[in-house]
């Protein structure tokens, strides 16, 4: 089968080739399908094509015969970032590879690639898909994470730590996560040994590819799911993440496990939901404090722009914000005496920080003395939130609700409860 399946893939590389961006396979013609309803995700599509329900080896969850999925460009309109055509494992998706390999490409201008489903063995390089991984039920699929430092999972560092102890470390045994470097240079030796059947990254803009590691010929799921500016919209991609894997359990070998897409669904159905309670909550109540979100960073004071995913949180938190009426979706490279030009405006500065004690006012001053012109330093409205040991980014990035609450407290007040993240 092993050998079969290479073959047809083979036979895929040479019958589909295409004038891509990236210069990678493209896919064969779609078939019209089913369009999967994107409520707020604005750069994602997914096409189901076919109904896989009649093949005895389709996974439980599994209903279409092979879906596509295709990323917009976060940075340049009218383009696709990637395209992944996703055929279930088994005897019927061979069939399916064998199938789409005799069809001519479009010649669709992006990367394509092609992903056998379920992947057992991926190498996930940004910290909040492992911890969305888990709550899929999926997690048995990390086996290998860049940036170890900056991941504040427990099980993560657990796993990670039995891969240490055998073989150098360069690949996993049993239940261990291999430890793949530097996200910005992971190590591609340990990366070869490890053999993922996908890489999960987040691309950049400008990046030029990924350098050797396009050369593994390893699926790179591309996660701009960042670049969305709907917070919903972000958290909205679980359900692309949720039909890659399977959900941890003990199915027999010749079966394969239920799908994690139903779990993807149904999780983001209750972010939903909580997200749009605590949004109209808020509405309720008037307009509240002013807050800004971060702190300088050498000669420039980045700031989220009014619709990016912070702008329009803390819009739904009905709080104020001194660039609310910015329109742009990204960061704002802002210079200090930008910021401080409104400080007197900023009632609460919220900011994230890693490693060590909380800064005093004084540590705030010894880094930039400008601070003091904002209102919220003299009235000792300063809340932090420690990176290194509060799994922020890991929660927050698939829980839009959870910051959501956050930032309500802090511009209404504890009636909708106590901090989780920041501290005072």
């Given at each position: 089968m092993k050998k079969l399946y290479i073959l047809l893939c083979g036979a895929t590389a040479a019958l589909l080739?295409?004038?891509?961006?990236?210069?990678?396979t493209a896919a064969a013609d779609a078939e019209a399908g089913?369009?999967?309803?994107?409520?707020?995700?604005k750069l994602l599509t997914i096409v189901k094509h076919g109904d896989g329900e009649e093949s005895s080896d389709a996974a439980e969850g599994i209903d279409y015969q092979y879906a596509e999925a295709i990323i917009a460009n976060p940075w340049k309109a009218g383009t696709m970032l990637h395209r992944y055509i996703l055929i279930p494992k088994g005897e019927e998706g061979d069939k399916t590879v064998a199938m789409l390999a005799r069809r001519r490409s479009t010649g669709a201008r992006c990367t394509t690639d092609t992903v056998r489903t379920p992947v057992?063995?991926?190498?996930?390089?940004?910290?909040?898909?492992?911890?969305?991984m888990y709550e899929m039920g999926c997690q048995q699929a990390i086996r290998g994470v860049c940036d170890l430092d900056y991941i504040n999972i427990p099980d993560v560092k657990k796993r990670a730590a039995l891969s240490r102890n055998t073989a150098a470390g360069k690949a996993s045994v049993g239940n261990s996560i291999v430890d793949c470097g530097s996200s910005m240079a992971p190590d591609i030796e340990r990366i070869i040994a490890l053999n993922p059947e996908a890489i999960l990254l987040s691309p950049f803009e400008n990046s030029g590819g990924y350098g050797k590691l396009d050369k593994l010929h390893i699926p790179i799921i591309e996660a701009a799911d960042y670049m969305e500016s709907s917070?919903?919209?972000?958290?909205?991609?679980?359900?692309?993440?949720?039909?890659?894997?399977?959900k941890d359990g003990n199915a027999p070998k010749t079966a394969l496990a239920a799908s994690c897409e139903p779990k993807a669904d149904s999780l983001f159905a209750k972010i939903e939901k909580v997200y749009l309670k605590l949004k109209a909550e808020a509405a309720g109540y008037p307009k509240g404090l002013s807050i800004l979100t971060e702190r300088k960073t050498g000669n420039v004071w980045y700031v989220p722009g009014g619709q990016s995913t912070i702008?329009?949180?803390?819009?739904?938190?009905?709080?104020?914000?001194?660039?609310?009426?910015?329109?742009?979706?990204?960061?704002?490279?802002m210079s200090p005496e930008q910021i401080l030009a409104k400080g007197k405006q900023v009632d609460v500065w919220a900011f994230k920080y890693f490693g060590g004690a909380p800064l005093s006012q004084a540590q705030l001053l010894q880094e930039y003395d400008g601070y003091k012109a904002l209102a919220a330093f003299s009235r000792g409205n300063i809340y932090q939130v420690d990176t290194s040991t509060v799994p922020y980014f890991e929660l927050t990035s698939f829980h839009p609700e959870l910051l959501l609450r956050e930032?309500?407290?802090?511009?209404?007040?504890?009636?909708?409860?106590?901090?989780r993240f920041y501290k005072k």
């Open positions: 080739m295409a004038a891509c961006q990236g210069g990678k089913d369009t999967l309803e994107m409520k707020y995700a057992e063995r991926s190498a996930v390089f940004i910290a909040p898909h492992c911890q969305l917070p919903l919209g972000r958290a909205e991609w679980m359900k692309f993440y949720g039909m890659l894997f399977k702008g329009i949180l803390l819009k739904d938190a009905n709080a104020r914000y001194i660039f609310e009426d910015d329109q742009h979706s990204g960061s704002l490279a930032f309500i407290i802090l511009a209404h007040g504890e009636r909708f409860g106590k901090l």
